[in-house]
Structure formats: C-alpha cells, structure tokens
C-alpha cells in the first residue's frame, strides 16, 4: 500500500472512530432517558477502538515504509496513550455489568475514562493535523 494511501488511511480511521467514540459519550449524556441509549452507548463505545485498531496498523505501516523509528514524535506518543485508553474505557464500562459489588467505582472511572479519552483524542488530531501541515 502506497504511504499516501496508509496516511488517508489512518487519519480517517482515527477520524471515525473519535467520532464514534464521541457520539456514544453523547449517547449517553444526552440520551439516558431514551430505552434505547445503552444498546446504542454500547455499540458506538465499542466501534470507536476497533476503527482505531485499523489506523493504528496503518500508522505502523506507514512508518515502517517510511524507514524511520516508531514513536519518534510527540503526536505518536499521545496516539499511542489514546488508543490505551480508548481500548481502557469501553472495558472499564463492561466490568461495571460484570462486578456488581464494583459498579459504583467502575461506572466512575469509566465516566472519567471516557472523558479523558476524547480530551487525549483532541491533542491527538490536533497534534496530527499539524504534522500533516493542515493546520
């Protein structure tokens, strides 16, 4: 695969999946009284890390054919913090189903988690945007 291809690649992967990632937080601040909101807070909370997983193979790849280092700038390094804890908070969320006697402080970190994430996920587009001479 072409660099320029690998680089379109992540990026809208990446793209993708901090907006599913930001439509299940929204799901779940602006829906919670809808029967559906969970269902849905669910599905968007689990698609935005498997989306990632692709731009992150991408931005492996596109390195490698690059011929320089893994993790030499600042923007892989909060990406790779990123994806840690876009893969962090969905399970954060899943162990609040799955330890009962542990909802409470779960459902806490899993809300803070969430938050963090998408604050992480802005340096990090941001950060790419630059990188990529956009902004």
Known sequence: ????????????AMV???????????IARFQRRKRWWLKAHKTAGSAGPAVM????????????????????????????????????TPLLGHLQFRIPQKARTLREKHRWSG???????????????YIAGII
Do not use: C, K
Not at 65 to 73: E, T
Not at 116 to 122: D, E, K, N, P, R
């Open 16 to 26: 993708l999946g901090f907006l599913f990632m930001s439509a299940g937080a929204g």
């Open 1 to 12: 695969m072409a660099g320029m291809d690998l680089f379109y690649l992540h990026a809208g």
């Open 53 to 88: 997983m692709i731009g992150l193979a991408a931005a492996f790849l596109m390195v490698e054919d690059a011929g320089s280092g893994h993790i030499q700038v600042p923007h892989a390094a909060i990406g790779l913090v990123m994806v840690l804890l876009a893969l962090m």
């Open 115 to 129: 938050r963090v994430t998408l604050a992480v996920g802005s340096v990090t587009i941001l950060s790419g945007l």
